[in-house]
């Protein structure tokens, strides 16, 4: 599993076909705050979602602080997924760094 840094995903979703991102927080962190376009899947419910996913999209995996991300980006590989990559830090990360004005808890 790789990590990305929230710059790095920034462009990557500026780019013409950007990943997936799954936001594995759960359903009153998502909506305090989330980055645009992310998909809420909660940890708890990854697995009755997993045959909604493409096993050979990219597909970044974020949470609070990168580490339920990591988790499930490593069940994922773990289930045959090819390219999935964890948001080093979270949103938090992602607030502090790209998007101060995001609410931050």
């Known amino acids: 599993m790789d ?3 929230p710059q790095e995903l920034k462009e990557l979703l500026e780019k013409d076909l950007p ?3 799954i936001d594995v927080r759960q359903d009153w962190e ?3 705050c989330h980055i645009d376009g992310s998909i809420l899947i909660p940890m708890d419910q990854i697995s009755d979602h997993i045959d909604d996913l493409d096993p050979e999209e990219g597909i970044v995996v974020v949470c609070h602080h990168g580490m339920r991300s990591a ?3 490593q069940y994922l590989i773990q289930s045959g997924f090819t390219n999935i990559i964890n948001l ?5 990360a992602w607030a502090r760094e790209i998007d101060p004005a995001m609410e931050q808890y």
């Not at 080093?88 to 938090?92: K, L, R």
């Open 88 to 92: 080093a830090g979270g949103i938090d």
């Open 19 to 21: 990943p997936i991102v």
């Open 30 to 32: 998502y909506e305090k």
């Open 3 to 5: 990590d990305i840094t």
């Open 71 to 73: 988790q499930v980006a």
